[in-house]
């Protein structure tokens, strides 16, 4: 049985920074899996906020910086690399990230379902090149009001793959979680970042302008003359695609590429943290000692660990 402490939150909510500081101070044989579905890809640096490669290594940092952009990795993907390298790691393993999916099918698995070899979700992709966005949504939307409801709209892979479960299977995807099994035997911990909405939001305004001040449009460029273009699932992360529509289509000023970042950034943190109040996690205030040191004794006695 593995043992496993989720870290939750917003992106910019200090996640990282909260658990270097826990293991820096209480557990320094600790190891870090991430759950970060943008983090995996190589070149992806800036605006995935990536541990530089001295920090990766004191931390033991594991499914991170691994994967080519121009591959399309998934969460089974993700699931596969977990169940190989979670044996490996040194305890306790802390899972930090904000990829609310990634975290819920380690916690839970994944459902099965027939192979039709893609079939299905073609038909879709070509509906959405035809239609649009809203088009697909609004089909969500109709068969499936739990799932529009819970899951990120703005990210038509997961609007996609729930219809695309409900036309294989005649089931609804939010019905089909509670046919899941986990992966591999595991127990957890659930933790998320509390931090207020304000502070939350002006903090990411100002993580957009160091992103942009540190070179993310050059970062963006070298992505795409490397060959990755917006089909590719690395350049569907907030940042990438909008300084993909600056650079290669021009239809944009600087001034709005960063506004445009920014709003979408607070819009997907609030999804994120949507996502997490439904797992009903420990919610962890990082400037409250007392909260802390409880924490770390809960930690402490999950893992067995002796003072």
């Given at each position: 049985m593995y043992r496993i402490i989720f870290i939750s939150g917003a992106t910019a909510s200090g996640k990282s920074e909260f658990v270097h500081a826990l293991i820096d101070k209480y557990f320094p044989n600790a190891s870090i899996l991430s759950v970060d579905s943008m983090q995996v890809y190589k070149m992806l640096c800036i605006g995935t906020a990536k541990p530089k490669e001295e920090i990766k290594n004191k931390y033991n940092y594991n499914i991170i910086d691994c994967i080519d952009p121009k591959l399309n990795f998934t969460v089974n993907d993700y699931l596969d690399i977990c169940a190989s390298v979670i044996p490996k790691m040194s305890n306790p393993i802390f899972a930090v990230g904000g990829t609310g999916f990634y975290s819920s099918a380690l916690k839970y698995g994944l459902f099965k379902e027939s192979d039709?070899?893609?079939?299905?979700?073609?038909?879709?992709?070509?509906?959405?090149?035809?239609?649009?966005?809203?088009?697909?949504?609004?089909?969500?939307?109709?068969?499936?009001?739990?799932?529009?409801?819970?899951?990120?709209?703005?990210?038509i892979r997961r609007v996609i793959r729930a219809i695309e479960v409900y036309y294989k299977t005649g089931k609804k995807f939010s019905e089909m979680k509670n046919e899941r099994q986990p992966i591999m035997p595991i127990k957890y911990l659930d933790y998320a970042?509390?931090?207020?909405?304000?502070?939350?939001?002006?903090?990411?305004?100002?993580?957009?302008?160091?992103?942009?001040?540190?070179?993310?449009?050059?970062?963006?460029?070298?992505?795409?003359?490397?060959?990755?273009?917006?089909?590719?699932?690395?350049?569907?992360?907030?940042?990438?695609?909008?300084?993909?529509?600056?650079?290669?289509?021009?239809?944009?000023?600087?001034?709005?590429?960063?506004?445009?970042?920014?709003?979408?950034?607070?819009?997907?943190?609030?999804?994120?943290?949507?996502?997490?109040?439904?797992?009903?996690?420990?919610?962890?205030?990082?400037?409250?000692?007392?909260?802390?040191?409880?924490?770390?004794?809960?930690?402490?006695?999950f893992c067995n660990i002796m003072n």
């Open positions: 039709d070899n893609g079939i299905v979700r073609k038909k879709l992709y070509d509906d959405y090149e035809q239609h649009g966005h809203s088009y697909m949504v609004d089909i969500l939307k109709n068969i499936d009001i739990d799932s529009y409801n819970t899951i990120d709209t703005q990210n970042i509390d931090k207020d909405r304000n502070i939350l939001y002006d903090d990411i305004n100002a993580r957009v302008i160091n992103m942009f001040e540190n070179g993310l449009l050059e970062e963006v460029r070298s992505i795409i003359d490397y060959g990755v273009n917006i089909k590719n699932t690395s350049m569907q992360g907030i940042g990438y695609k909008e300084c993909y529509e600056y650079l290669v289509n021009k239809t944009i000023s600087y001034d709005r590429l960063i506004y445009n970042v920014q709003i979408n950034t607070r819009h997907f943190a609030k999804r994120q943290l949507t996502w997490f109040r439904r797992e009903k996690p420990n919610w962890t205030n990082v400037n409250d000692n007392s909260a802390i040191e409880n924490m770390v004794m809960e930690v402490k006695a």
